[in-house]
């Protein structure tokens, strides 16, 4: 062999391997964004079963712990005052707008503002000295609140001006949420707190019936407590303290929750027993409020659906005669709370027909330290009833 042809022989050799390097490293550059789709689409699955996997519901009629020292009965044909208001997980300053509902917020500005907020919340609730206070949307362990125990430090706050007893139901426990992404909503323990003066015996937690498609995964759990407090006429006056579903949940399914609950009312009533149904009912409260304070608009949601006045079981009515006319009880929190802001009301009592309701109204506090305003009662056990059905 020639020392020509074996110069070419070694460079078509050497062309070969270099061309085989380069294939290989063009296979290798192909391969890396298809090893990136490969992790996205393994991470993806591996959380959406974690959330499903780690899904579960609180039993119902689960037996509630009763703390405090207080001791006394309820008495006939005294006027209490009871509070009923929805915290927002110590997150809703004026403000801040909510993911859920087309803002841009997950979780509450800092730590620092979930304190201010639910001191703020106490406080309002304090300044009418209520015997009774029923409060929703209170965290005990939550991301969006920064871990701040919310029960805890409202508790605190009542005791330090008397003795109340408590009771917490958990309402949900959810997964930890990935999204947004830039600011994960995170996992949430949250729920009912009631507060009372007089000895409260017993409670139970009630779960509610939830939608059953993934959609049970945005409606997370649902339920309401039922707080017993003996009174002297040796009967029980019931106080219900709830939070029907907003999100992932049709009219139907609200429905749904409030004959559950009307059955359990109906039930006490039938015994002689006085009951106070109040918290937040995801319903459009008084079946006008919608109109009367957003006239003309075509927004519909399925957490301000009329009040199905027709399915209140005989024997009780909403206390809907405010004192000082009609005052929207939340605001929709697609943008910071000004003149444009979508208000309803969804919050208020409900009462039996042995209770005498004197005063009921929805105070403006400008959703200063919630999405909510407060809602004030004043009540009678026994004698003829006042409010309207």
Excluded at 231 to 253: C, F, M, P, R
Aim: charge should be negative.
């Amino acid at each position: 062999m020639s020392d020509n042809t074996e110069t070419l022989l070694k460079e078509e050799q050497t062309t070969a391997e270099t061309g085989q390097k380069a294939a290989k490293k063009r296979l290798k550059w192909w391969k890396i964004p298809l090893i990136i789709v490969l992790v996205i689409v393994v991470v993806a699955g591996a959380y959406v079963g974690y959330v499903f996997l780690t899904y579960s519901r609180i039993e119902d009629n689960k037996p509630l712990d009763v703390g405090g020292t207080a001791e006394k009965v309820a008495a006939i044909g005294t006027e209490y005052t009871i509070v009923s208001l929805n915290v927002g997980f110590g997150a809703y300053t004026a403000d801040f707008t909510f993911f859920m509902d087309g803002g841009d917020h997950s979780r509450a500005e800092s730590k620092e503002s979930v304190l201010k907020c639910t001191d703020g919340c106490s406080d309002i609730a304090l300044s009418y000295n209520p015997d009774f206070a029923l409060f929703q949307e209170v965290d005990t362990d939550a991301t969006r609140s920064y871990h701040v125990d919310q029960s805890a430090r409202m508790q605190e706050s009542f005791a330090a001006k008397g003795q109340y007893d408590s009771v917490f139901a958990m309402n949900y426990h959810s997964a930890y949420l990935m999204y947004p992404l830039t600011e994960p909503h995170g996992a949430s323990d949250s729920g009912l707190l009631t507060l009372s003066r007089y000895n409260i015996t017993s409670a139970l937690r009630r779960s509610l019936p939830i939608a059953t498609s993934v959609k049970k995964i945005l409606d997370l759990d649902r339920c309401y407590s039922i707080v017993r407090i003996p009174t002297e006429d040796g009967k029980e006056l019931v106080l219900i303290n709830l939070h029907l579903s907003a999100y992932g949940t049709e009219a139907g399914q609200g429905n749904a929750q409030l004959q559950m609950l009307f059955e359990d009312m109906a039930k006490e009533y039938e015994k002689g027993n006085y009951v106070v149904c109040g918290g937040d009912f995801n319903h459009d409260f008084t079946g006008d409020s919608r109109e009367t304070f957003n006239p003309g608009t075509d927004r519909d949601y399925a957490w301000c659906q009329d009040f199905p006045d027709d399915i209140i079981p005989a024997g009780f009515s909403k206390c809907t005669d405010y004192a000082d006319g009609l005052v929207a009880s939340t605001r929709d929190t697609d943008i910071p709370y000004c003149a444009d802001s979508f208000t309803v009301t969804l919050d208020g009592f409900l009462i039996s027909d042995n209770i005498r309701c004197t005063y009921v109204q929805v105070v403006d506090k400008g959703f200063e330290f919630t999405d909510h305003n407060p809602v004030v009662m004043k009540f009678i056990l026994g004698g003829e009833k006042t409010s309207e059905p």
